[in-house]
């Protein structure tokens, strides 16, 4: 995966190696913004789940 990337590049790599719904679902929740780093990803997971 390259960055920056948007939401649904984050989706179209997800699904294409072979992530789950469950996965996929989750990753469509996320803001629609760009992302820098893998490392906002996983902050914008946290802040959705509240953790």
């Not at 190696?17 to 990753?27: E, M, N, V, W």
């Amino acid at each position: 995966m390259h960055f920056p990337a948007d939401r649904d590049q984050l989706v179209k790599y997800a699904r294409m190696h072979g992530a789950d719904q469950d996965l996929l679902d989750r990753l469509r929740l996320l803001p629609e913004r760009s992302y820098a780093e893998p490392n906002e990803v996983g902050r914008a997971f946290a802040e959705l789940t509240g953790r």
